[in-house]
């Protein structure tokens, strides 16, 4: 691969600007487990992200709409609950990808 005095680098052009992605530290392969638990923790801080934003506009749609100060506090609730939710269910699932990379399933 590269001598120790080097950095890999993979240049990347998907007909944009191209970028270019510094591998450092310990280059060597994953294992399916461990390639599927990086791809998932990625999706999950886009997808986490998406949510906190769409719970905001929910919310700021109920008072942009004045709704009653009980009914905002209902939504306030829900996205506090799904939040919750949404994390139990990633930290279960994180959990598992551990539990298989530290197996070797």
């Known amino acids: ?7 890999p680098v993979l240049q990347v052009n998907g007909g944009g600007a191209p970028r270019a992605f510094v ?3 310990k280059a060597t392969p994953l ?3 461990q390639a599927k638990r990086a791809r998932y923790v990625q999706n999950l801080k886009e997808n986490y992200g998406r949510l906190k934003e769409y ?7 109920a008072v942009v709409c004045e709704l009653s100060q009980e009914r905002i506090q209902a939504v306030l609730a829900a996205n506090d609950a799904a939040l919750v939710e949404l994390s139990l269910k990633f930290e279960e699932k994180l959990k598992e990808y551990d539990r298989r990379i530290k197996h070797g399933d």
Do not use: V, W
């Open 1 to 7: 691969m590269a001598e120790e005095h080097e950095i």
């Open 23 to 25: 591998m450092a530290g």
């Open 31 to 33: 294992t399916p487990a």
């Open 55 to 61: 719970l905001q506009a929910a919310e700021h749609f």
